[in-house]
């Protein structure tokens, strides 16, 4: 009978980006694990939760806070995507798309934040920890290459495993440049671009930040939509054949209908924000489950809106707020062009 050591199991390591289709029988593909248990709504809801904690602690200072603020925008972009994420996944897994892509690298970006692996996965999506990887397998054990910056060296390392046969990731032709070669090759690099030589240029190691070589490197990001994407997205906008910025797909929220009985359409949460002079004040933020565009808003209008939710009948809303019906109107009018409130419909 063979042995685990003439058999052993195949690992996939979990890059260069969350692959498509469903995990082989007798193979751990990381990658397909990693999507299946990172990229969920619910993740993203218990990223919510870690990350208003550490940005009330944040609020403490203005130096912390805006050591934050990359947080705060991943607390409100974890409503659109906590509706989003598992579709996203559900066309992913069937086949690469665009804005599947884009969806799937902000989730990535957000739960990331929280977990802290680090995003060395094609320098953009996050490497899970040893101790997550031991916990996906057991036995004798053999690491396939997937791709460039796939993470399999770590996964080797982590797994004290060795390699075996290379799967192999079909890339197309691309051209590759060292950042600090950059500002002389741009024209060579724009050329291969436009004439289809080449379907990217990837800039190997750092640009360096004088006036020319960014220029250059802005000149590149721009010379097609796909070499625009794979700048965002890396390899996986080149499977999906492009990549839309995350922000792009969010839309407004419909607007409401004033009435007399009003009910609120969404969430509504306050967060820290600094002015010009680092004083901290805070501010309102308007959030709803669903891909529709956060809007921030005036805290009083946060006030308004939890009356609402507590009263529904306009004049009962004004007199919780010891002000007049007219008081409130202009800021009730406001909150249903947003999309924040309508009238109850009583059908």
């Known amino acids: 009978m063979p042995s685990d050591h ?30 299946d248990t990172l990229y969920r709504r619910s993740v993203v809801l218990d990223a919510r939760g870690a990350l208003q904690t550490s940005i009330r602690m944040a609020s403490r200072s203005p130096r912390q806070l805006l050591m934050a ?23 992913w897994r069937e086949r690469p798309e665009p804005k599947a892509l884009a969806v799937l690298h902000r989730t990535a970006e957000v739960v990331g934040s929280v977990l802290g692996w680090p995003r060395s996965l094609d320098r953009r999506w996050p490497l899970p920890d040893e101790a997550w990887m031991r916990r996906q397998v057991s036995g004798e054990l053999v690491v396939a290459r997937r791709g460039p910056r796939d993470g399999s060296a770590a996964v080797a390392m982590a ?22 070669e950059l500002a002389h090759r741009v024209d060579e690099a724009v050329d291969a671009l436009s004439a289809g030589r080449v379907q990217a240029v990837d800039v190997d ?5 004088d006036d020319a070589s960014q220029a250059a490197a802005e000149r590149l990001r721009g010379a097609t939509p796909l070499q625009e994407a794979y700048a965002r997205y890396g390899l996986a906008a080149l499977a999906a054949g492009g ?18 009985r009003m009910r609120r359409v969404g969430d509504a949460v306050i967060v820290p924000g600094m002015d010009g002079s680092g004083n901290i004040h805070p501010v309102g933020v308007l959030c709803w489950d669903d891909c529709h565009r956060p809007v ?6 946060i006030t308004v809106l939890d009356a609402i939710g507590a009263h529904e009948e306009l004049d009962a809303v004004a007199k919780s707020l010891q002000a007049s019906r007219p008081e409130v109107m202009g800021l009730v ?14 059908g």
């Open 69 to 91: 603020l990359p947080s705060i925008d991943a607390f409100i972009d974890s409503w659109p995507l906590g509706a989003m994420v598992d579709d996203a996944v559900a066309t």
């Open 296 to 301: 921030r808003v005036n805290p009083v209008a």
């Open 333 to 346: 009018e406001q909150l249903a062009e947003v999309g924040a409130i309508t009238a109850v419909d009583d």
């Open 6 to 35: 003439e058999n052993p199991v195949r690992v996939l390591p979990p890059g260069p980006f969350p692959p498509m289709g469903r995990e082989p029988a007798g193979v751990v593909d990381l990658g397909i694990r990693l999507r």
């Open 159 to 180: 797994l004290d495993a060795r390699f075996g046969r290379a799967e192999g990731l079909p890339l197309p032709a691309m051209l590759e440049i060292h950042g600090d």
């Open 205 to 209: 190691g750092w640009i360096p930040w």
């Open 243 to 260: 990549g839309m910025p995350f922000a792009s797909l969010l839309t407004d929220a419909p607007a409401g209908v004033v009435g007399d």
